[in-house]
Nanobody
Framework: QVQLVESGGGAVQAGGSLRLSCAAS????????MGWFRQAAGKERELVAA????????FYGDSVKGRFTISRDNAKKTVYLQMNSLKPEDTADYYC?????????????????WGQGTQVTVSS
């Protein structure tokens, strides 16, 4: 079993930065892929960024490429999402997710564990 707890959300002006953290517990963290999803009001949940166990070749959604960086510290069982140059359209609830497989997928249904979410609000 894996439990995920996100932190770091908040309100920021456009152009600002935030760093989200996702602290995990449980053995499954040490073998599977991790992802950050977001869900804006009235929209479907989308994969923002994902990373596998080794941290190589992370995935980024087109809308965040060049602005967001995902990383993980396996010793601390923590995944981070550094968000720079934030835009109002980045406003959403952000969720950390984990899966037992080390393969990255965009499909929320294929992630086994989810955090409770943290809200990010970017004002213009």
């Amino acid at each position: 079993q894996v439990q995920l707890v996100e932190s770091g959300g908040g309100a920021v002006q456009a152009g600002g930065s935030l760093r989200l953290s996702c602290a995990a517990s449980g053995r499954a963290f040490n073998s599977g892929a991790m992802g950050w999803f977001r869900q804006a009001a009235g929209k479907e949940r989308e994969l923002v960024a994902a990373i596998n166990w080794s941290g190589g070749l992370p995935f980024y959604g087109d809308s965040v490429k060049g602005r967001f960086t995902i990383s993980r510290d396996n010793a601390k069982k923590t995944v981070y999402l550094q968000m720079n140059s934030l835009k109002p359209e980045d406003t959403a609830d952000y969720y950390c997710a984990a899966r037992g497989s080390n393969f990255i997928t965009k499909l929320p249904s294929l992630y086994d564990y989810w955090g409770q979410g943290t809200q990010v609000t970017v004002s213009s």
